[in-house]
């Protein structure tokens, strides 16, 4: 087992305060011991670093998580960059990660945090992708504001693997993608992405022959000259997994 680091505990008042407030509740901090989660204790981002926090299970028995920032002053973001669910299982499919709420610059002290601007948020989701093995799948929300390229792009009927968040989820391993919405008590959840990681080698040369097929024919089609900046942004990114394929 590789060294794990200490949780980085915030040091301002303010924060420690919003933290015990946390642990004194339904929350702890994770440990790669007790939780996969635990591996990402302490990871660093740039100048930040994860703090991961595991909270109680659902009614399926997946369990609730969330990771904050800590910057190198020891202050707390102010709202978590991922707050989501974790479930394991024998099964391929029983092993999931549903990212519920993403956000990619939370604030510090009033200042945002932003891994998108700063090239970290593919590390970021590189981690989070190893909280699930071969054949498990990662779901996340494109409902939020930091989401909405990716929510017009997929609203334009694209292929998921052309919007920014079906790009990334493809850089961090997964080869198919289905696009839906969850309902929950008659009411419309968030729509959510939800991406596959191939169960093995024979598996993921088919998905990825496909993938193959769907940027290609995109890239066949004219342009959409009414789809605007989503559509350039759309057939950017599908010339990038084109040329990532080779």
Known sequence: MGFVPEPPLPSHPQDKR????LLSRTWALAGEEEHPLGRLQGLSLGPYRLLALLGPKNSVGARYL???LVDSAGRMSEEPVAFGLHNSGPYPGYNWLEVIRYE???SIRGVAADLRAAGLEEELFRALS?????GGHLMV???SPAQKESERILG???PPVASPLGYLLFRVGCRSFRDWYISEGGREGPRKLQAFKPLNEGLARERTEALRRQVQQLLARPESPQHGEYGRTARRLAEAVLEELG
């Open 104 to 106: 990619p610059a939370p």
């Open 141 to 143: 929300e494109y409902d």
């Open 18 to 21: 919003r933290l015990e407030a």
């Open 130 to 134: 190893t909280l699930v093995p071969a």
């Open 66 to 68: 969330q990771l904050f």
């Open 156 to 158: 334009l009927d694209y």
